[in-house]
């Protein structure tokens, strides 16, 4: 895209709200394009550390509609809201498929909401660098909360939601969900558990048995609760909102949420110190050595370090 | 654990075929021991490029019973079979549950199959490095096939799973896993398609839909077959194997499977020389500076420059 636009322009449409702008912005980030130093270094001065909370759990227990219904609860008080849903589809899909527009369709044309799926591949840091760019990007526009939900729950999507300062973990009473949330080192992470279908079958076993695991966590000063919700009956959505309400109340007293905002720059500036480390070591004749390297009968240790020693 | 064992003679008890050696050199490359370059020239000379397979799909498709067929399809033919299973479980849940366990009982107590889980945290270079040493430990140990299954279907999960030889997606008539799959970047990684519990409702019409996902896939000499399975009616599991069996004869011609290996070698020599780079970088003061410029008011870019020219 360089040549074709001028970032300063584009900047200025974006500072003005030009919801199109914030588009492109994103757009930007994701393809890492040459002025991405300089877009960062403008933002900057824009970013007022926007709440951010993570959402995650196992495919199907109906995170797009409780991010649906969490949006909305938040639009009655007339916040600003973006959302990033992490999808590292295949590329072939490209990006969010259609089921997700439809169930997020109300909120999606809610002028008071930024939905952005993310699938980034490639991109210098990876998924998670370009999902904080798009949070601050999303902040500096002017939002005021920020929904970061993921799609699947592997160990990289993890990383990203916990980093957000209110993490929700939604499970359902479906066969061994939090089972799987137990192997997928969900029952750590949560700030706040839903419990989400809790009209069907099996609720209270699956209830207890997300207590029970919880009672194995190491005690903090917040305790997790679990809030049963259920989007069809309505069961729960006030109980959900005001639950988040209070987790970001608690973070707020005794500077909670400013040592999470730093965690969160130290290690953004720490994949950015790494990413121009590791793209500056691998030029042309690094990566013909690897080549070369990888085909002789040598051990992967004893090349690593010729490969070393050979800078 | 250095200094209480002996490598020398730990390796030459592994070299004869004992297992509890095997297991314990298992632990030391997920704990990174001191010794693990020393470990790694060892086993060099051992290693045999025994065929792996990597199996993933979404969870509750019935990976693990899918498992335990293949391995009992293959221990017909009397071939010794390592699994690894990689689950990034919960610290306090301590790897593999009990689940798995009771699953794969059949084969866990078969002398002719090795089982490890793998939830390697923080080790450097991670997991994807470890599950690499330890297919490693298990081909120098003398198993004829490795199997590496995943719990997950994250990011890091798949980059594991699609360096096998042989790449095995399972999926289920279930609602949506098709759609699911199709999210998490598991139609292109695939040189196999199951469909299990194909005795299901729904299976007809999934068959279909993964048809249809297959069809945007740009073809290749190899085309995937979608092979439809139930463990309960013993279904497939015959066409199953013999699916694995082709894919493995078509790798072996035209010297795919070695293009293959070395692939996943500099791959490793890779992740290797970066860990040393980046564990070499982040000394104590940088870890200061690091801590101290998340603090002040200056962006994230400047900071990572900082940091940068401060070497």
């Not at 403008?42 to 550390?49: C, P």
């Not at 008071?112 to 370009?130: E, K, P």
Request: proline share 3%; aromatic share 6%.
């Amino acid at each position: 895209m360089t040549g074709k636009y001028n970032l300063n322009k584009l900047f200025a449409a974006y500072a003005a709200g030009d919801r199109l702008a914030l588009s492109r912005l994103i757009t930007h980030i994701e393809n890492y394009s040459d002025d991405y130093e300089l877009l960062i270094e403008k933002l900057f001065g824009f970013l007022r550390n926007t709440p951010r909370i993570g959402i995650t759990g196992p495919p199907g227990v109906g995170k797009s509609s409780l991010v649906t219904e969490i949006v909305q609860g938040f639009r009655v008080e007339e916040k600003i809201i973006g959302i990033i849903a992490i999808d590292p589809s295949s590329p072939f899909t490209g990006g969010a498929l259609l089921g997700d527009r439809i169930r997020m369709n109300r909120i999606s044309l809610d002028a008071g909401v930024y939905i952005r799926s993310l699938a980034t591949r490639g991109s210098l840091g990876g998924l998670a660098l370009a999902t904080e760019d798009v949070a601050d990007l999303m902040d500096g526009f002017g939002c005021d909360l920020i929904i970061i939900e993921t799609v699947g729950v592997g160990q990289v999507e993890l990383d990203i939601v916990k980093t957000a300062d209110t993490t929700i973990v939604v499970l359902s009473p479906e066969s061994g969900d939090s089972v799987q949330a137990m192997k997928a080192g969900l029952m750590e992470i949560g700030d706040i558990f839903v419990l989400n279908k809790c009209d069907r079958n099996g609720a209270d076993r699956a209830f207890i048995e997300i207590e029970t695991a919880l009672t194995h966590r190491p005690s903090g000063e917040w305790k997790p609760p679990i809030v049963k919700t259920s989007v069809q009956s309505r069961e729960g959505l006030e109980n959900l909102h005001q639950a988040i309400v209070s987790h970001l109340e608690f973070l707020s007293s005794d500077g909670r949420i400013d040592n999470k905002h730093f965690d969160r720059r130290a290690l953004k500036i720490r994949r950015l110190v790494e990413s121009t480390i590791l793209h500056k070591y691998w030029q042309e004749d690094k990566l013909a050595k690897l080549e070369e390297l990888s085909r002789q009968n040598i051990s992967t240790v004893s090349a690593a370090k010729l490969l070393i020693g050979d800078s």
